[in-house]
């Protein structure tokens, strides 16, 4: 299969693109998270491309997108007050809800689960095209199934390139970590993946809201949320601990061993970049953005994973930012991309 990149700013691509989603093709999309992989979600044929374009594994259910709240009936077979509150706050926006399935999606969106994820995007490009086909759009993120997901069209090409039909090329996505994911079939809600909209933000709607904890200690319950996920092929080694001077020396020491056999990435906030410089030929230090902007952080997390993959290093060493915020989702990617281990420096 010949995969195409067309510009996501000409009407008469969203159309054709729109077009490709309705005769079974596989569509990449960018949203104001990440960039999607667009299915028609009420085909469980053009939904099984998906499975095969990504090599995800059947048991990994999919996020439903919509262009309105009017497509919300033919997704789920029953909304709760508070769901309607968070989507008339939220939406269009980086929050996913999970809500009991209706009969139109089939098992194979939802790997069988009696629920369905759904979400509205913050993104012109995605929300035309979803009115354009008329119909809900199943899309997991658009890389390949445990690698970092793609906030350009360019990391779409590079994972999936002859594997789907079109990517709708949007320039890079504005947020650049997933949605939240919030049950709504529990009491209280529970935070399944922690992502752009903040705890603190759905707590001052909902009052309460308890958090499947990322941390060190339990497992995220979501389905398909593995333990090594969103992970470059350079192995990801997490840092933490309380005394921060503490927590870089035994970063350069541990580069300093490591780059005496292979090139090793650094990848710090800006203001902590020059306490890496001159370690060896074989350290590459890359700044995270500003300590104080943790937004900037999240918006360009995955693309710095894959630069530092490119550029052929075999770890990568980093530092576990503060769990607020979007900080939280930050900590979560992270750690998953460091296949739930941390090195904890004492002091
Ligand atoms: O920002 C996002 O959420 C992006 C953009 C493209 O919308 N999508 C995304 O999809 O991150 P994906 O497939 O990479 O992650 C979706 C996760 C699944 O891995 C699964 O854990 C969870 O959503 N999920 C989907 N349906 C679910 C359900 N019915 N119950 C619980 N978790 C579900
Ligand atoms: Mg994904």
Not at 32 to 56: C, H, M, N, P, Q
Not at 78 to 96: H, I, K, N, S, Y
Not at 157 to 174: M, Q
């Amino acid at each position: 299969m010949q995969t195409q990149v067309i510009t996501a700013n000409v009407k008469k691509n969203i159309e054709l693109a729109a077009d490709c989603l309705l005769k079974g093709g596989l569509v990449a999309f960018p949203t104001e998270t990440v960039y999607g992989l667009g299915a028609d979600a009420t085909s469980r044929e053009a939904v099984s491309g998906i499975f095969t374009a990504k090599g995800r594994p059947a048991a990994d259910p999919i996020i439903v997108h919509l262009d309105s709240t009017d497509m919300l009936p033919s997704v789920a077979s029953e909304v709760p007050e508070a769901a309607r509150q968070l989507a008339d706050t939220f939406w269009p926006g980086p929050l996913t809800l999970i809500l009991p399935k209706a009969a139109a999606i089939p098992d194979i969106v939802t790997s069988n689960l009696p629920t369905v994820a759904v979400r509205m995007p913050r993104n012109e490009t995605a929300l035309a095209l979803i009115r354009a086909a008329g119909v809900p759009v199943a899309a997991p993120s658009a890389n390949s199934f445990g690698r970092p997901s793609p906030t350009c069209a360019r990391h779409v090409i590079d994972d999936l390139d002859g594997k789907i039909d079109l990517v709708l090329d949007g320039g890079p996505t504005p947020v650049g970590i997933e949605s939240t994911i919030l049950d709504m079939t529990t009491t209280p809600p529970v935070i399944l993946r922690p992502g752009g909209i903040s705890r603190e933000s759905l707590a001052s709607v909902l009052g309460e809201v308890s958090i499947l904890a990322t941390s060190e200690h339990e497992d995220l319950r979501a389905p398909g949320q593995m333990k090594q996920h969103y992970a470059p092929k350079a192995l990801v080694l997490l840092f933490a601990g309380r005394n921060r001077q503490k927590v870089i020396a035994a970063m350069r020491d541990r580069a300093i061993e490591l780059a005496r056999s292979a090139k090793t990435g650094i990848m710090v906030p800006q203001e902590e970049v020059s306490q890496f410089n001159g370690l060896s030929e074989n350290v590459i230090t890359v700044s995270t953005g500003a300590l104080t902007d943790p937004e900037e952080t999240a918006r360009g997390l995955f693309s710095t994973l894959r630069e530092l993959d490119k550029k052929g290093v075999s770890h990568i060493l980093t530092i576990a930012p503060a769990k607020e915020g979007i900080g939280l989702a930050l900590f979560d990617r992270l750690y998953k991309s460091a296949g739930s281990r941390i090195i904890t420096v004492d002091g």
